[in-house]
């Protein structure tokens, strides 16, 4: 069973930066995807980043331009670099994998909390 351990959120003011990380006990190379997801009290959890194997990467509409998603797979560890945050950015930050093309992310970790103070 695959882990993934999340760290790197805290308390920021609006307009500073924080960078998450995502740890998998496993190699990352051998998934197709990586992702981050997002849940604010009371909402949905939503899509917020992911990367492929191959380094395509795709983002939700409000954080295209601040946040960006990296892996570095020597260390199986994929990061979430989040500029100029914002209230609205304030959720529990998920790790998610997608085994392949077809399937749904899934595996997900603990989460951690951002939180952005106006």
């Known amino acids: 069973q695959v882990q993934l351990v999340e760290s790197g959120g805290g308390l920021v003011e609006a307009g500073g930066s924080l960078t998450l990380s995502c740890v998998a006990s496993?190699?990352?190379?051998?998934?197709?995807?990586m992702g981050w997801y997002r849940q604010a009290p009371g909402n949905q959890r939503e899509f917020v980043a992911s990367?492929?194997?191959?380094?395509?990467?795709e983002y939700l509409d409000s954080v295209k331009g601040r946040f960006t998603m990296t892996r570095d797979n020597a260390k199986n560890t994929v990061y979430l670099q989040m500029n100029s945050l914002k209230p609205e950015d304030t959720a529990v930050y998920y790790c998610a994998l997608k085994l392949g093309p077809f399937h749904s992310f899934g595996y997900w970790g603990q989460g951690t909390q951002v939180t952005v103070s106006p």
């Open positions: 496993t190699s990352i190379s051998t998934f197709y995807a």
């Open positions: 990367v492929t194997g191959r380094d395509t990467a």
